[in-house]
C-alpha cells in the first residue's frame, strides 16, 4: 500500500465550520468523484455529530445500482452504525456498538477490499471488521452515484454534522486512522498523497472546495448549510 499520509504528527489546523444537515430533506451531492471512486479498494474518513433521531439515518451511500454499492448508516432500532459493502447479492456488515447518538463528535473511518475480503470500519479507532464480500459488478463504466447525509438524496437523512470528509481508493491503515483521530484532536488532512489514493477531500471551510488536487464539485441540497459547529 502506497503511503497516504506525509507526517501528521499533531499538526492542529483552524477548524471554523461544518455542514449542518436537518434529517427532513438535507443531503449533499458528489458529481465528478464518482467517477474515479473504487468499488474494488477504498476508504472514507471523516468527523459526524449525530442528534438524537427515531428513525435510522444515512451518513453516506456510493450507489453503482440497486444490487452494488456501499453505504454507512445509524441504525436507529438496534442503536448502532454501520457500514455494508453489498455487491450482486452478497451484503457485508460492519457494525460498531458505540454509542454516537446525541453524544458529540466522532471520527470515522470505513475501508472495504474485495481481495483481502474485508469491509472494516473504525468509530474514534476502536475497529470492527467484517469478511466475505461480495464484488461489485464493474463500475468504470458508468462510476458511483455518491451521496453524503442521505440515502440516495430521497430516504434517511442525516440528522446532526459532518465534516473533513475524505474518500480514497486505497485502504487506510489502523496505524493511520489513529494519526488522522490524534486523540480527539482532527489532524490537518492537507498531508494526504494523492499518489496513496485521495479521490477527494472536502473540509467545508466556509465553503465547498474539495482540497484534494481532482476539484471534485458538490452541491448542497435543500437547506444543508455550513455551520460554526465543528470537532
Known amino acids: ?20 444537515l436537518d434529517g427532513t430533506n438535507d443531503y449533499i451531492t458528489v458529481h465528478s468523484a464518482g467517477a474515479v471512486l473504487s468499488g474494488t479498494t477504498g476508504s472514507v474518513s471523516c468527523w459526524f455529530k449525530l442528534n438524537t433521531v427515531s428513525s435510522s439515518c444515512h451518513l453516506y451511500r456510493f450507489q453503482v445500482d440497486s444490487n452494488n454499492y456501499i453505504r454507512c448508516f445509524y441504525h436507529a432500532s438496534r442503536n448502532n452504525l454501520r457500514a455494508i459493502h453489498y455487491g450482486n447479492g452478497t451484503n457485508v456488515v460492519a457494525t460498531s456498538n458505540q454509542t454516537v447518538e446525541n453524544n458529540g463528535w466522532h471520527h470515522l473511518v470505513h475501508t472495504w477490499s474485495e481481495s ?28 458511483f452515484q455518491m451521496f453524503i447525509g442521505s440515502n440516495q438524496g430521497t430516504a434517511n437523512f442525516w440528522d446532526g454534522n459532518v465534516d473533513e470528509f475524505a474518500i480514497f481508493n486505497d485502504v487506510l491503515s489502523a496505524g493511520e486512522v489513529s494519526e488522522i483521530y490524534n486523540s480527539g484532536s482532527p489532524n490537518d ?6 499518489a496513496g489514493g ?26 444543508a448549510a455550513l455551520d460554526s459547529d465543528t470537532p
Open 198 to 223: 485521495l479521490v477527494g477531500y472536502w473540509r467545508f471551510e466556509d465553503d465547498t472546495n474539495d482540497s484534494s488536487e481532482n476539484s471534485n464539485i458538490i452541491t448542497l441540497v435543500n437547506e
Open 189 to 194: 488532512l492537507l498531508g494526504l498523497s494523492s
Open 116 to 143: 483481502a475480503d474485508a469491509n472494516i470500519i473504525y468509530v474514534d479507532t476502536a475497529v470492527v471488521d467484517a469478511s466475505g464480500l461480495g464484488h461489485l459488478t464493474d463500475e468504470s463504466e458508468e462510476g
Open 1 to 20: 500500500s502506497m503511503a497516504k499520509i506525509n507526517s501528521l504528527v499533531n499538526v492542529l489546523f483552524a477548524n471554523d465550520s461544518s455542514v449542518a
